[in-house]
């Protein structure tokens, strides 16, 4: 069973930058489908990116180009690095892991707060 854990979060202004990383543990990283997801205040939660088993990337379409996904088994690390941040990208933003068809492991979170 993997464990994830997620940093990177904080509070920036309209148009910074930000990289989210998420260390996993625990299972054999390789085998895992990987993902972001985010859920803003009020808000259902909502795919950002992520890769499948066979390492194609696949991006929320309200990313536009801002995000990039990416993936490091050596290190057992998925990132997400955020460019061009807009206040309605402020929300917990979550990895997760998916050995078959379904996400069901998940980190704990961390906060992206975009000021305007």
């Known amino acids: 069973q993997v464990q994830l854990h997620e940093s990177g979060g904080g509070l920036v202004q309209a148009g910074d930058s930000l990289r989210l990383s998420c260390v996993a543990s625990?299972?054999?990283?390789?085998?895992?489908?990987m993902a972001w997801f985010r859920q803003a205040p009020g808000k259902e939660r909502e795919f950002v990116a992520g890769?499948?088993?066979?390492?194609?990337?696949y991006y929320g379409d309200f990313v536009k180009g801002r995000f990039t996904f990416s993936r490091d088994n050596a290190k057992n690390t998925v990132s997400l690095q955020m460019n061009s941040l807009k206040p309605e990208d402020t929300a917990v933003y979550y990895c997760?892991?998916?050995?078959?068809?379904?996400?069901?492991?998940w980190g704990q979170g961390t906060q992206v707060t975009v000021s305007p």
């Open positions: 997760a892991a998916a050995m078959l068809t379904s996400y069901d492991f």
């Open positions: 625990g299972g054999t990283f390789s085998r895992y489908a």
């Open positions: 890769i499948n088993r066979s390492g194609r990337i």
